[in-house]
């Protein structure tokens, strides 16, 4: 069941990236993030009432506290990398975060990756340079260059290597709590925590539509039951294991990255990703 229920958040994951870009072209990036996790709001609190609450320890407080301020930090950066840059270039850099988890485990533990995990990275690299092939007429390090030139990919590769904390801090909690209960909590703290920062930061102000009300609650909708599918895969297996099926949502966001926005150069771009994504899988199944 868990590999159900982490295809379900790869797609819902990727569906509602693709409706939360298309908010992103008329409004303020601080309103849409906002907008995102208020119309998911009342799902969250509906789903806390029915989980109940579970008994709760030092270790669920310890990792839900540390991770909310990194998980805030986080979806600033990648809402503002969605509204930045075609999704064909900036979904795909989340297939770093083990990267980071490797480096991370290195300096701190001094553990070694295994061959097939050093493939693995390798594979990552090749793939981030196949998103920009067409700019290696240029130079052989045009592509790399290009990744630095596009804002969206740098703040997603930020996104990533945050994600690689709270993926484990994320599992630690559920495990002293629920699925259900975690997921929900964590994000309406996280609700009650960035309302405040959107105000200040907000070009615009917070102020819904009525155009509004229908996108904001599809995309709100959908937030919310990929966050419910994530907690409920990642209460039934390995961590590694359940994103890496997860990370299926760069090749359902670069899809309707053509679909919906046109957007250029998508067979490298999609090739790319098949290569990454690849190279994810040596990483997580091969650590």
């Given at each position: 069941m868990w590999?159900?229920?982490?295809?379900?958040?790869?797609?819902?994951?990727?569906?509602c990236?693709?409706?939360?870009?298309?908010?992103?072209a008329s409004r303020d990036a601080y309103f849409v993030a906002w907008a995102r996790l208020f119309f998911a709001l009342p799902f969250f609190i509906a789903s806390l009432f029915i989980a109940?609450?579970?008994?709760?320890?030092?270790?669920?407080?310890r990792a839900a506290l540390i991770a909310v301020p990194l998980e805030i930090a986080a979806y600033i950066l990648y809402i503002k990398s969605l509204k930045a840059s075609p999704l064909s270039l900036t979904m795909p850099f989340l297939a770093l975060t083990p990267v980071f988890v490797i480096l991370i485990s290195y300096i701190m533990l001094g553990e070694k990756v295994s061959a097939a995990g050093g493939?693995?990275?390798?594979?990552?690299?090749?793939?981030?340079?196949?998103?920009n092939m067409h700019k290696a007429g240029e130079s052989v390090l045009q592509p790399f260059k290009e990744i630095l030139r596009e804002?969206?990919?740098?703040?997603?590769?930020?996104?990533?290597?945050?994600?690689?904390?709270t993926a484990s801090l994320g599992k630690m909690a559920i495990m002293h709590s629920s699925p259900a209960f975690f997921g929900s909590l964590y994000f309406i703290l996280i609700t009650i925590l960035f309302t405040p920062i959107a105000f200040?930061?907000?070009?615009?102000?917070i102020l819904i539509k009525k155009k509004d009300l229908f996108p904001f609650l599809m995309i709100g909708m959908t937030f919310f039951l990929m966050i419910i599918f994530h907690m409920k895969a990642m209460s039934l297996t390995n961590v590694a294991y359940m994103i890496s099926v997860k990370r299926m949502s760069l090749l359902?966001?670069?899809?309707?990255?053509y679909l919906i926005f046109r957007e250029s150069n998508i067979r490298e771009r999609a090739l790319g990703s098949l290569v990454m994504f690849a190279g994810f899988l040596l990483i997580v199944l091969n650590p």
């Open positions: 590999i159900a229920y982490a295809l379900l958040t790869a797609f819902m994951l990727a569906t990236d693709a409706l939360t870009k298309k908010a992103l109940g609450i579970p008994k709760l320890d030092y270790y669920f407080w493939t693995g990275i390798l594979l990552l690299a090749a793939g981030g340079y196949m998103l804002p969206g990919s740098v703040m997603m590769i930020a996104v990533a290597f945050i994600y690689s904390f200040i930061k907000s070009r615009e102000s359902i966001s670069i899809f309707y990255g």
